[in-house]
């Protein structure tokens, strides 16, 4: 009982930092589609809603580690952010979609200082976050099936 406890906090935990960590940390632990999915899913909203709660401060850390030590390429010019570049030419669609593989944390602070309105924040990464849970579900209840057949 308290192994499973264990492993349910920690799928949740690790889904509210990344959602591909609490994936693939519910497939080694071999839950079933529909627990994998409450657990990534609340997981990655409570890692939204906590990152919009420290949100002044996320802006500050980025305004002071990120955005003052700008990386150079081979040219000399000045880099810029990934996610940024994707916010840049796709707006939150392209920062939503981004969300299963790039962490909570980047997108939510990215989409703050755009200044979009916290409630978009939430309800359109939140909502993608919905969508890769049920894919990484999917997948990882396939790869479970094709794990078992395969070895027993």
């Known amino acids: 009982m308290l192994q499973q406890l264990f492993e349910s906090a920690s799928v949740f935990v690790l889904?509210?930092?990344n959602l591909y960590y609490g994936?693939?940390?519910?497939?080694?632990y071999q839950q079933g589609w529909v627990?994998?999915?409450?657990?990534?899913?609340?997981?990655?909203?409570?890692?939204?809603?906590?990152c919009l709660f420290l949100g002044a401060r996320l802006i500050a850390i980025w305004n002071n580690k990120i955005a003052k030590k700008p990386k150079k390429d081979k040219n000399g010019v000045v880099k810029t952010p990934f996610l940024m570049r994707i916010w840049k030419k796709y707006g939150i669609w392209g920062l939503a979609f981004c969300t299963g593989f790039i962490g909570t944390i980047p997108t939510v602070t990215i989409s703050l200082i755009s200044?979009?309105?916290r409630n978009l924040i939430l309800w359109y990464l939140g909502g993608a976050k919905i969508?890769?849970?049920i894919i990484f579900a999917l997948i990882?209840?396939?790869?479970?099936?094709?794990?078992?057949?395969a070895w027993f």
Not at 23 to 28: A, D, E, I, Q, R
Request: proline share 0%.
């Open 115 to 117: 200044g979009l309105n």
């Open 15 to 17: 889904s509210a930092f």
């Open 23 to 28: 994936f693939v940390l519910s497939t080694t």
């Open 35 to 50: 627990e994998q999915f409450l657990l990534m899913s609340g997981g990655s909203w409570f890692g939204i809603l906590a």
């Open 140 to 149: 990882g209840q396939a790869a479970i099936a094709q794990f078992i057949s």
């Open 131 to 133: 969508i890769w849970a």
